[in-house]
């Protein structure tokens, strides 16, 4: 059995007029200790996806429809002491800038000791205890010292440490990073990125990563998901994506990286901007930037189907595979 | 945080020190004098008074004198209406009143505004929220000199359940009404103001982390959540505080508590120097003492501004 199963999960935000979809049934699987990056522009669900597996959605934002299957039990259905047991516990999330998501007026000690004693019967020394020896694990200097200070005394790449190891305090079975690296100085990001990864291979640990970063994805997980307007359009192993990307605007994604450009020559770029929720095109979502769009592609929204090494909702895509090999083989 | 406060006590002193040199002279600069009456008093009489109370003195001689008393004896000097009373005897007869009433003022304030500014955070948009942005707006447009004859006309006339003005030693039925007519505008103000900062203060990041923890919505309002709210409360009540237990002017006059404000009003009718003085010298060391206990609890409550004054 996986880990996490999700089924045609599909998340709404209501406003004035009705209710806008910001997940279109998406779906996928994560086996234990298994690493998936979840990559897409800025709006495409990613951070949304992240939310609706801790059932963190706020309003006006909802789960419409579908499964999230935790363990095998479904994370739509369960109750709010349910839902409370199993966040921080079993399932926890490592947000993006650590400047904010640490609460300032408690000290690091206190936020970690409250986190183990909401789900275990432990007494304030034993929790101590057991803080700090994850904040040993996550190489905190002096951890004794770091235990009595508040937030704002630590550095950025210090306090994303202690995330991670509150992330870390319950031993969970997965954990979702939401852009972990970004609010932090690029020197510190490779740190932070090599810890998760030391973290998540040493505990057993699955991870979804939600970035925008190929970089980061292609060193650490080993599955990557693509998202664009609020549904996955490829699924497959990290590697073919990044070598053998399938979907236009997975491919479009790589070309547009700058290792794929010589110096001198202008970055390249996919033409327009992904939809808005509320002017969403008829569909596949992606015909209007898609250089190979056709009439299906204006009328019928793509099945997932298997292509090469990966899924891809892409009407075209066993086209365009074969013109890539022929144009190869001449 | 010790160092702080002396550091900030001794600063206050040339700060008092020229207050007092500016009121002195501005009161000079009034029209009349504390025995300038319809009929004046003969030539001769007047020059006794005078002496007497030290007013024939040069006017630095006067103000030299007026410091050294207040340096050294911790004497504020005569009060030149009301024969045989001091400044001393004054304050001490009138401030206790002022104070009381103002404790119990700000007392009610708080421990009906945050709650109210609680609930209606966390019920935004539905009655409560409507009920209570409704009394905020409603208070704004009764402030106390509307509303203490309103409450007198209710209470006093025609329900008879308290007392309509004056003081019975402080019996708790004459405290009501002046306490609620001096705090209901700010009671108003600090509902919306931790209403506001409570909707804010949920919002943040760290709400969420603590959420993402699994803690209960309980431990995470009031663990997480209250203590960030209470930061511009706080501060809105600095110098509210202040006026409560000082400037209850009209409160004092409209129930007659006998109040220091009452007897600021007669003083500054009869030019009563020296009370006028010593009243504004006190407003001026409890602004400065409230100023500073709101300055530390802001530090009790955010490790930042603590860390600050290390």
């Not at chain 2, 009718?269 to 300055?295: E, M």
Request: with cysteine; net charge neutral; hydrophobic share 45%.
């Amino acid at each position: 059995m996986s880990l996490l199963s999700v089924r045609d999960l599909t998340v709404k935000f209501s406003n004035r007029t009705g209710a806008l979809t910001a997940l279109n049934g998406i779906s996928f699987d994560l086996a234990r200790g298994e690493r998936l990056g979840i990559v897409g522009e800025s709006g495409a669900g990613k951070s949304i996806t992240g939310f609706a597996l801790m059932n963190l959605l706020s309003q006006p934002g909802f789960i419409d429809g579908g499964q999230i299957l935790f363990e095998g039990e479904d994370v739509t259905q369960m109750s709010k002491k349910q839902v409370r047991d199993m966040r921080g516990n079993r399932m926890a999330m490592i947000f993006q800038d650590p400047m904010v998501t640490l609460n300032p007026v408690l000290t690091i000690g206190q936020q970690m000791v409250e986190t183990l004693r909401a789900h275990r019967k432990l007494s304030f020394e034993e929790a101590r205890q057991i803080a700090l020896v994850k904040l040993k694990e996550v190489y905190i200097p002096s951890p004794v010292e770091r235990f009595e200070q508040y937030p704002h005394e630590l550095s950025g790449g210090m306090r994303q440490r202690i995330i991670i190891a509150m992330a870390l305090l319950l031993d969970p079975k997965l954990i979702i990073a939401d852009e972990p690296t970004t609010a932090l100085d690029v020197t510190i990001q490779a740190d932070i990125m090599e810890l998760l990864l030391e973290m998540c291979q040493s505990n057993q640990v699955g991870l979804i990563l939600i970035t925008h970063d190929l970089g980061v994805v292609s060193q650490v997980t080993e599955r990557t998901m693509v998202m664009y307007a609020g549904r996955i359009i490829e699924n497959g192993p990290t590697r073919s994506i990044i070598n053998d990307p399938q979907h236009p605007y997975t491919q479009g994604l790589i070309s547009a990286l700058p290792q794929q450009t010589q110096p001198g020559q202008r970055l390249k770029q996919i033409p327009g901007v992904m939809p808005t929720l509320s002017d969403m095109p008829s569909g596949c979502p992606f015909h209007p930037r898609c250089d190979h769009a056709t009439e299906t592609c204006k009328s019928q929204v793509p099945d997932i189907s298997q292509s090469g090494e990966s899924f891809v909702a892409c009407h075209e895509v066993h086209r365009l595979q074969k013109e890539l090999a022929s144009e190869a083989a001449q | 945080m010790l160092k702080y406060s002396l550091r900030r006590s001794l600063a206050v002193v040339p700060t008092l020190l020229s207050l007092i040199i500016i009121c002195f002279f501005l009161m000079r600069l009034a029209p009349g004098g504390p025995f300038t009456s319809e009929r004046p008093l003969p030539p001769a009489i007047m020059a006794n008074v005078l002496e007497r109370y030290g007013l024939d003195q040069p006017l630095h001689i006067q103000l030299w004198t007026y410091i050294k008393n207040i340096v050294f004896h911790f004497d504020f000097g005569p009060s030149f209406s009301q024969r045989d009373y001091t400044v001393n005897d004054l304050i001490a007869a009138g401030f206790p009143v002022t104070l009381t009433y103002g404790f119990w003022s700000a007392v009610f304030v708080l421990a009906l505004g945050i709650p109210l500014g609680v609930v209606a955070a966390l019920r935004q948009n539905s009655f409560w929220d409507y009920i209570m942005t409704g009394f905020a707006i409603f208070s704004q447009i009764f402030p106390n000199f509307v509303l203490a004859p309103l409450l007198v006309l209710l209470f006093t006339l025609a329900l008879g359940w308290l007392p309509g003005g004056g003081w019975n030693g402080g019996h708790w039925s004459y405290i009501i009404m002046p306490a609620v007519a001096l705090g209901t505008s700010y009671l108003a103000n600090v509902a919306r103001i931790t209403r506001s900062s409570l909707l804010e203060i949920l919002g943040a990041p760290y709400i969420r982390t603590a959420r993402a923890k699994g803690l209960p919505e309980r431990t995470i309002l009031i663990r997480h959540a209250l203590k960030p709210t209470l930061l511009p409360v706080i501060s809105y009540m600095s110098p509210v505080f202040v006026y409560m237990i000082t400037g209850s002017v009209f409160v004092d006059v409209f129930f007659s508590t006998g109040g220091i404000g009452q007897k600021f009003i007669d003083a500054a009718y009869t030019r009563d120097y020296s009370v006028i003085l010593g009243l504004a010298i006190l407003y001026s060391v409890l602004t400065f003492v409230l100023n500073l206990l709101v300055d530390l609890a802001y530090a009790a409550i955010d490790p930042k501004v603590r860390s600050g004054l290390k």
